[in-house]
């Protein structure tokens, strides 16, 4: 059972290692995501990316923080994961998305279980 700040807590984290990748190394990043035509645009996404993650950690473990890193945590895996899911097949970007894709679809079943154990234990 994960309980919502650990789950919180394991995807702010995520989000913030995620977020900060091509903005500390755009070269390694590219290395396993591919070449980007854009890198400014890059490191935006994943400072905007680092933000929702920091937001998350920050979040208090009270009902109203649960309720801002859920929101923030699920605004994000659908975000990405729909980028993923819709780019991928018209070969926008690389297959190796799909680990991402793979990952944030784990983090929208991780709080759906969140929040039905939260709802049982009312």
Known sequence: MLR???LARAQ??????GGLWPV?????????YGPKADGWLQKTSGALLASAGISMLLAGPRPEGLLHARRTGIGTAVTFLAIDLIYVPRRRIP???LLD???????LIAWWR??????NKR
Do not use: D, H
């Not at 500390?24 to 396993?32: A, G, H, N, Y």
């Not at 894709?101 to 983090?107: L, R, S, T």
């Not at 969140?114 to 709802?119: E, M, V």
């Open 101 to 107: 894709a793979a990952m944030e679809a784990a983090w």
């Open 4 to 6: 919502e700040v650990t």
């Open 24 to 32: 500390v190394s755009l070269r390694t990043f590219e290395l396993v």
């Open 95 to 97: 297959a190796t998305y």
């Open 12 to 17: 702010g984290l995520f989000n913030l290692v």
């Open 114 to 119: 969140a929040s039905c154990q939260a709802a």
